[in-house]
Each structure stands twice: as C-alpha cells, then as structure tokens.
Nanobody, 122 residues
Framework: VQLQASGGGLVQSGESLKLSCAASGGIFRIRSMGWYRQAPGKQRELVAA???????NYADSVKNRFTISRDGAKNTLYLQMDNLKPEDTAVYYCKADGTVFYSDYASEFSSWGQGTLVTVSS
C-alpha cells in the first residue's frame, strides 16, 4: 500500500494549512492512520492518530489546533492545521496500518508516506 502526502508549504504564524494523504495499491483495509512530524535535529513524533472506530489521539502541543479526519471512500487522510506556530515547522509524514488482500491470502502492512514540508514563519 502506497501513501502520497501533499499540502505542505510556507505560511505565517497564525495561518492554516490542510495536509492530505492518499492511500492506494490493491485491496486493503486500514486499521489506523496517523500523522507524524520530524523537525530538524529532532526525533519523529506522533502528531495525531485516527483509528478505524473513529477514536483520535493528539499530541498535547497540537490539541485544539489540529484536526485529523478521513474520507473512507477516497482512502484519504487529512490534517487540518489551524493557528500554526513556528514550532510546528517540520516534515510531516503520514502512516497507515492495516491488511492488504491478495487473491489467496492476506497480509498486514505498515506504510509511510514520503513527507511534506511545513514551514511556519514568525
């Protein structure tokens, strides 16, 4: 299963961006999806996650500013980012976990998107 992330860019502090992550490649069922980010010199961290049952999990630093959502029909994950701050500057990655179905068997998968850069200027 391949993930294609898009929507990053350069914005000023206080502005908004919406990231998208489209999943494709065969027949699959997604169990969970999430957004991670990695700032220069720092480790990759979880930003927001969305489970198949609709439950969400956010990093404390983005609560009440970021919203994760999914369009199941389009197999696309979104991250609405409002009131962006300079400390949100990072490369954002999407991740998906689930099951992919082949003609005579199924296999678990865990895929990462290629990353999209978000830069917030002060």
């Amino acid at each position: 299963v391949q993930l294609q992330a898009s929507g990053g860019g350069l914005v000023q502090s206080g502005e908004s961006l919406k990231l998208s992550c489209a999943a494709s490649g065969g027949i699959f069922r997604i169990r969970s999806m999430g957004w991670y980010r990695q700032a220069p010199g720092k480790q990759r961290e979880l930003v927001a996650a969305l489970s198949r049952d609709g439950s969400t999990n956010y990093a404390d630093s983005v609560k009440n500013r970021f919203t994760i959502s999914r369009d199941g029909a389009k197999n696309t994950l979104y991250l609405q980012m409002d009131n962006l701050k300079p400390e949100d500057t990072a490369v954002y990655y999407c991740k998906a976990d689930g099951t992919v179905f082949y003609s005579d068997y199924a296999s678990e998968f865990s895929s990462w998107g290629q990353g999209t850069l978000v830069t917030v200027s002060s």
